[in-house]
């Protein structure tokens, strides 16, 4: 065995033993765990609130369009980070690349905009 395949000995002995606790508990918890069912043990919970109508009611193609587009501009600040504390040493070339990037998520931002893709009608 090579020298570097030798460092990944521990993660894969502790990978194994994880997977292999996970699912001698989720064996046990089926085998032993006990079964029994009511009308109010298989009604659905939420956070106290009486449900009411269907639990596959299906959601708005409005809210996951909101989410991803709240994922996608969330994911700019992990690149300004890296920008904010190597600003002195990239110099005016990382000042340019920077507006440039912040020019076309704002020109992304405006075109949802103009979509409507973050109206709620």
């Not at 040493?89 to 690349?97: P, R, V």
């Amino acid at each position: 065995m090579d020298v570097s395949q030798v460092n990944y000995v521990p993660v894969v002995i502790q990978s194994v033993f994880a997977a292999g606790f996970v699912a001698t508990m989720l064996a046990l918890s089926h085998y032993v765990g006990p079964r029994r069912k009511s009308k109010i043990k298989d009604d659905s919970f939420e956070c106290g609130i009486k449900s009411y109508g269907n639990a596959r009611m299906p959601f708005s193609v409005k809210y996951f369009v909101v989410a991803i587009l709240f994922v996608l501009f969330d994911i700019e600040v992990i690149f300004l980070y890296p920008w904010a504390v190597n600003f002195r040493a990239l110099g005016f070339i990382g000042l340019y690349k920077m507006f440039l990037f912040m020019g076309l998520l704002l020109i992304g931002f405006f075109y949802i905009l103009k979509k409507g893709a973050l109206d709620w009608e």
